[in-house]
C-alpha cells in the first residue's frame, strides 16, 4: 500500500491522508515518506494504530520535504517512545500544527519533557496523552511550559497514577488558562478535584469536563451536582 501511493501521480494535491489499521511498518513509512510530492498541501495525517515505532517516527520528521501546511497529526498507538517524542519535539516541519494525538503510546515523563522544550508546537491547540504512563511529574512538565499557551483541548485521561493534585497542577498553571475542554477519566479524581476545575476563577474558558471513573462511583451527588450548578455551567462527562 505504502509503495503504491508513493509510486503515485494522481495525489499530488492530497489534503487529508487516513491509514490508520493499516498495518504499517516504519519500512512502509519509509517508502510513503520518501515520495515527498504528496506532503506539499497535507493538511491532515492519521497513522494510528500502526507499528511503525519510534524508527518510523524518525522517518516521518526527517524527510527532507516539509510539512508546510500540517495541521493534525494523530500517532495514536504506534509503538513510539520517548525518544519518538524527541524527534517530534526537535522537527522544524511542525509550526502549523493545531492537533497532536500521541495517545496509548509509552512515551511517559521523559517523552513529556521532549514536547514541552519543543520549538516548533508553539501552535498547538489540541494535545491528547491518554495512557502514555505519565505521573504527574509529567503533568508539571507540561503546565509549567509556555509553548502549551494555546492550548484549548488537553486529554490526559487513563493515566492512572495521576489523582487530585493533577487538578491542582493544571488550575495553577498560568499557561492552561485557555482550556475549553480537559479530559482527566480514570484518574482517580474526586468530588473535590470537580469542583476545583469548575469553579471559574481556576479555569475561566472550561466548558467540557471530562472525569468518569469506575472509582469514583456515586461521589457525584445531588450536593456536589448543585454546587456544580451554581458555580458554572459545565458539561461533565
Known sequence: LAKDLALSIHLLNLQKLCLAECQLSSQSIKYLFEANHLLKNLRELNLSRNNISTKGCQIIMETPYQFS???KLNLKGCSI????????????????????NLSQNPIGDEGCSHLASSKSLTNLERLVLRDCNLTLSGIKVISSSPIFSKLKILDIGAN????????????DSPYLRNIQELYIDNCSITALGILRCCDPQNLPEL????????????????????????????KIL
Open 69 to 71: 501546511q500540517l495541521a
Open 81 to 100: 517512545n520517548a525518544q519518538g517524542a524527541m524527534y517530534l519535539a526537535s522537527s522544524d516541519c511542525l509550526t502549523k500544527l493545531r492537533s497532536l
Open 160 to 171: 492512572p497514577v495521576l489523582n487530585n493534585d493533577v487538578v491542582e497542577i493544571i488550575i
Open 207 to 234: 466548558k467540557i469536563l471530562r472525569v468518569f471513573d469506575r472509582s469514583l462511583g456515586s461521589s457525584i451527588g445531588e450536593d456536589l451536582k448543585r454546587e456544580l450548578r451554581i458555580q458554572k455551567a459545565v
